[in-house]
Nanobody, 117 residues
Framework: QVQLVESGGGLVQAGGSLRLSCTTSIRTPSTTIMGWFRQAPGKEREFVGMCNWFGGSTYADSVRGRFTISRDNTKNMVALQMNSLKPEDTAVYYC???????????WGQGTQVTVSS
């Protein structure tokens, strides 16, 4: 079974930056597409962005222009660079993997991102 391990969460001030990383235990067709999601307290989990095997990515309107997804296939690693962070970005961030851009087969444990005002 594919395992995803996230790291990089923490506490930052508004306007600051954080870089989250997600490492997969194995590369399979189910890790072709890597995605990032987040869930704020009392809210539904929402889509942040996704990246295909070749590095092409797409983002939610709320983060486009501020967040960037990249991947290093030689290290089985995907990163989420978050710039110009806002308090409303505060959430638990999850890494996900799947064979396409809609169905997600595996999830990481989540990492907390807190942005102070």
């Amino acid at each position: 079974q594919v395992q995803l391990v996230e790291s990089g969460g923490g506490l930052v001030q508004a306007g600051g930056s954080l870089r989250l990383s997600c490492t997969t235990s194995i590369r399979t067709p189910s890790t072709t597409i890597m995605g990032w999601f987040r869930q704020a307290p009392g809210k539904e989990r929402e889509f942040v962005g996704m990246c295909n095997w070749f590095g092409g990515s797409t983002y939610a309107d709320s983060v486009r222009g501020r967040f960037t997804i990249s991947r290093d296939n030689t290290k089985n690693m995907v990163a989420l660079q978050m710039n110009s962070l806002k308090p409303e970005d505060t959430a638990v961030y999850y890494c996900a993997a799947g064979g396409d851009g809609r169905k997600w087969d595996f999830w990481g444990q989540g990492t907390q991102v807190t942005v102070s005002s």
